[in-house]
Structure formats: structure tokens, C-alpha cells
């Protein structure tokens, strides 16, 4: 996890969706969670962030750094190919944000 700690293109990230109204996010590659961090302090309007990692270790860290926002934070360990069914699992029908790095 060492490499994912600092988050890449922060800025680029928040510029692109500083315009959208953000209620439901999803970040396919939570790893340490600086992305998210970023996201969810730029965005309190977020109901609903789901953060999935095939990585346990990512999790842990990520759910760690993200407590703050621990009640609208929801986790799934797997791969992001499956974020149709992580959405439905939680009756999500559809996202305003989605990112992968
Ligand atoms: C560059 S790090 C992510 C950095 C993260 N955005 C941050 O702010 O710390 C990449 C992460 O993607 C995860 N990953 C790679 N392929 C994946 C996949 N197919 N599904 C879920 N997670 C994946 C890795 O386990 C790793 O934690």
C-alpha cells in the first residue's frame, strides 16, 4: 500500500467534478482512500460513497482514514468489474461520480 499513499491528480480529480452535484460516488479503486478523503471534503452534499478494493490492506487503511465520513461511507472488498452488483446489494440505481486510479 506503500504506493498508494499519495493520491495522484487530486486537483484534476476535483476539477472535473466540481460542477456536479455529487450524491452518490463511487470509487473503484478506493487504496488509501486520499481520493475519497478529497472528495468528501469538497463535496458535502455525498449521501453515499461506495469504496471497493480487491485489496483487504487497502480497506483497512481506507476505512481508517475515512471514519469521519463512516456513516456514508459504504466498503466492499472485490473487484470493480462487479459494481453492479455492490450497487444493487445496497439499492443504488445509479451513480453522479465514478472513479478509478
Ligand atoms: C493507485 S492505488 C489507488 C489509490 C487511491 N485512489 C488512493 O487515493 O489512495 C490502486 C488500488 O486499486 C486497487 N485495484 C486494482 N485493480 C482493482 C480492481 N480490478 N478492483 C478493485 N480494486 C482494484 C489496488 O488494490 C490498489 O489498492
Partial sequence: MKSCHTPVMVDEMLDFFSDVDLKIFFDSTLGAGGHSEAIFKSHPEIVTLIGCDRDPMALATSSSRLDPW????????????DLDYMCKSISVSNVDGFFLT
Avoid: A, T
Avoid at 456514508?72 to 472488498?77: G, M, N, S, V
Fill in 70 to 81: 463512516k456513516d456514508k461511507l459504504q466498503l466492499f472488498h472485490g473487484n470493480h468489474i
